[in-house]
């Protein structure tokens, strides 16, 4: 299993959620979050945002869908211009589910 955390620009959420949950990607933590990137924020006018607004989505995936989820992501916040955001994969050793105790997806 891996942990897949996709941080893209918050304009784009529903789109990216829709396009995951029409995948079969429907099990998903969704947080609005703050950061910046390589360009170090953005500089409007004569006003320096450091930090900008972005949305965080979470989703534990089995290996052999990693990819399809990247894909999916990809083609839909994909603008081709700074700030379209980054996909992160960790892998994941184990899950439990609080309510049953039962192990896996």
């Known amino acids: 299993m891996e942990l897949v955390r996709a941080v893209i620009r918050p304009n784009f959420t529903e789109k990216v959620v829709s396009a995951l949950e029409e995948a079969g990607f429907i099990s998903m933590t969704?947080?609005?979050?703050?950061?910046?990137?390589?360009?170090?924020?953005?500089?409007?006018?004569?006003?320096?945002?450091?930090?900008?607004?972005?949305t965080m989505l979470m989703l534990v995936v089995n290996n052999r869908d990693t990819q399809r989820l990247i894909d999916t992501i990809m083609e839909v916040a994909k603008t081709g211009s700074f700030g379209d955001g980054k996909i992160f994969i960790s892998p994941v050793d184990a899950v439990y589910t609080i309510r049953t105790g039962e192990s896996g997806l």
């Open 30 to 54: 969704k947080m609005n979050v703050y950061g910046r990137g390589k360009q170090q924020g953005i500089k409007v006018g004569e006003v320096h945002y450091d930090e900008l607004a972005k």
